[in-house]
């Protein structure tokens, strides 16, 4: 983002402080609103979205660390930081314990002061970033959902051969596209406060396509990771593209092709896994046909 899209809070009860504060950001074209009393500080978060508070550990400590707490609460997003002084240690330990981003010890110095404002406004960006991705993520799955269940609804006893074809791609999205970056989202660092949403995220969508048609992969035993690499290769990729696709090396896939054959009893035979795996999808679909 840039400086003209930040927006910073000052907290300080010294208003000359307050006021340098200010002139500083604003010297490196970062707007920012000065409040002088604790009372003042949840208001303004309430009204406006800060990506950055700077609070006085005076404000913070004047209400027993709630206005931190509060912020925390009313604006996750937000980083917050802390300037206190030699004299309150413990306040700077509880006010991390509580949700700070950083305490700064005065007296600031410029410099200082301006290299935590970027590191915690560039960390913000990347959490904003991955967060939209997730959104982005969930909006996909009931997007899915939504039109899996009116293709349901809405095909005929004649069109059940398309409705075979439309779980398919359901799945092949899914198992291709959806869970690898899942899987991705759950390895990033500044998401690990949301592994556990991803996780049961990850394993909704596993259940929902497991059922969905009958398929070598679940009869065969594969795990996931194999299941998804098997898909991957009845669609004609190659193992570079599938561990461009999956962000897993080249080697582990060659590993993943290793064990679905075997597990396929294919293993030291000719026979192409793509060939084998696009025969058998073809063999269920004139069953489906068949079936009509």
Request: charged share 20%.
């Amino acid at each position: 983002m840039s400086n003209a899209e930040v927006c910073i809070l000052i907290g300080d009860q010294d208003v000359g402080h307050c006021i340098f504060l200010q002139e500083l950001c604003a010297a490196h074209g970062l707007a920012a609103h000065c409040v002088s009393h604790p009372h003042l500080v949840v208001p303004a978060i309430h009204e406006t979205f800060y990506n950055l508070v700077l609070l006085d550990s005076l404000m913070a400590k004047a209400s027993g660390l709630k206005v931190l707490t509060d912020i925390a609460a009313l604006r996750p997003q937000s980083k917050i930081v802390v300037l206190t002084d030699a004299a309150h240690p413990d306040l700077a330990l509880a006010s991390l314990q509580v949700g700070a981003f950083d305490v700064l010890e005065k007296p600031l110095t410029a410099d200082s002061l301006l290299r935590t404002i970027r590191r915690a406004l560039d960390i913000q960006k990347n959490e904003l970033g991955h967060q939209h991705i997730l959104e982005e993520i969930l909006a996909l799955e009931a997007q899915l959902l939504r039109k899996t269940s009116d293709a349901l609804q809405g095909f005929a006893y004649p069109m059940k051969n398309l409705e075979h074809e439309t779980k398919k791609q359901m799945v092949w999205y899914i198992r291709s596209l959806i869970l690898p970056l899942i899987e991705k989202l759950k390895q990033d660092k500044n998401l690990q406060s949301y592994v556990s949403q991803l996780t049961s995220l990850s394993m909704y969508l596993e259940d929902l396509i497991s059922g969905v048609i009958p398929n070598l992969h679940n009869a065969a035993g594969l795990s996931a990771s194999e299941v998804r690499v098997a898909s991957l290769i009845e669609h004609g990729m190659t193992t570079e593209d599938i561990a461009q696709q999956l962000h897993i090396a080249p080697d582990t896939v060659r590993t993943h092709r290793k064990n679905i054959r075997k597990k396929l009893k294919i293993a030291g035979s000719k026979t192409s896994l793509k060939v084998y795996l696009q025969a058998f999808e073809n063999r269920q679909a004139s069953t489906s046909k068949v079936g009509l």
